[in-house]
């Protein structure tokens, strides 16, 4: 057994047996998010809701003042962001929070890794979002949101996983085959993820079928997604440095969403954007 299948076989029995921590999705985050597609919160429950966690609020408010949710003139509370932004954008907020707080929990040796695979999913995000409000799916712009947060969850917890193998059962392994086992498995393990969080099986169909040959092209956010991991490749956001890049004019995804050369121009500046901004917080 070469060290790639012994790799993806100590993995499945951990995952079969049930010895693994695998990431627990914020509690606040998961009941608003709920709540909002299912119509049943507004600003003032939700700012109700958040007011349990005081951090989360501080974060929040942060990215709120961002370049890329910001108005005229800075928000100073809770209340004020919510009614500026809407609960539906809150709640993306509060959703890429709790994600941050995922990937920023490791100081091992892949401490690194894992924030590269952050930016890149908070990259992921934010182009899948520009692309629906501006391609004319403005309705789908939150949902896209998070959807390109949670597109590479599978890679985190699978991430977690080799990192405790390497520290508690003294496996050597080469970035190749971490990457490999990655490649191998991510999808799955990703979907699996979002089953248990109890999560729309549309976020599923997204994480599995993110990397297919052939792929459903009626799929909107399947198509952002697709997309905007390829123009992050370009832009050299990807969280697996050393792969190809496609042309983007040439992709089916640019051609079922009807994307001009303009647009794509204008995605991979928004994408410089971020790298820029999330390299300047990381440092």
Not at 46 to 65: F, G, H, Q, T, Y
Not at 117 to 141: D, E, M, P
Not at 254 to 280: C, N, W
Request: glycine share 4%.
């Amino acid at each position: 057994m070469n060290d790639k299948q012994s790799l993806i076989s100590l993995i499945n029995e951990r995952l079969e047996s049930g010895d693994v921590e695998l990431p627990v999705f914020d509690d606040i985050a998961l009941r608003i998010h709920r709540e909002v597609r299912e119509n049943k919160l507004d600003a003032d429950e939700m700012c109700k809701i958040l007011e349990e966690d005081p951090v989360l609020v501080s974060e929040l408010l942060r990215m709120a003042n961002s370049s890329f949710f910001a108005g005229l003139s800075p928000v100073s509370n809770l209340r004020e962001a919510a009614v500026r932004l809407g609960v539906k954008q809150i709640a993306s907020i509060v959703f890429s929070v709790s994600q941050k707080r995922m990937y920023s929990a490791s100081n091992g040796p892949f401490k690194e890794r894992l924030t590269r695979l952050w930016l890149h999913s908070s990259a992921v995000s934010i182009g899948a979002r520009w692309l629906a409000k501006n391609a004319g799916y403005r309705n789908l712009a939150d949902e896209a949101f998070v959807v390109g947060l949670l597109h590479d969850v599978g890679k985190l917890s699978l991430l977690c996983i080799i990192e405790d193998l390497i520290l508690n059962e003294n496996m050597n392994l080469t970035d190749e085959i971490v990457d490999i086992t990655l490649r191998q498995l991510y999808c799955d393990h990703g979907a699996r993820l979002l089953e248990m969080w109890n999560l729309p099986d549309s976020f599923k169909q997204v994480v599995l079928h993110q990397d297919d040959d052939t792929f459903d092209d009626s799929n909107v956010i399947l198509c952002m997604v697709r997309l905007v991991n390829q123009a992050c490749i370009l832009e050299n956001i990807d969280d697996m440095p050393g792969q190809e890049a496609s042309n983007l004019e040439s992709l089916p995804e640019t051609q079922a969403l009807g994307l001009s050369e303009i647009d794509l121009a204008e995605l991979r500046l928004v994408l410089e954007d971020v790298r820029g901004d999330k390299q300047a917080a990381a440092a």
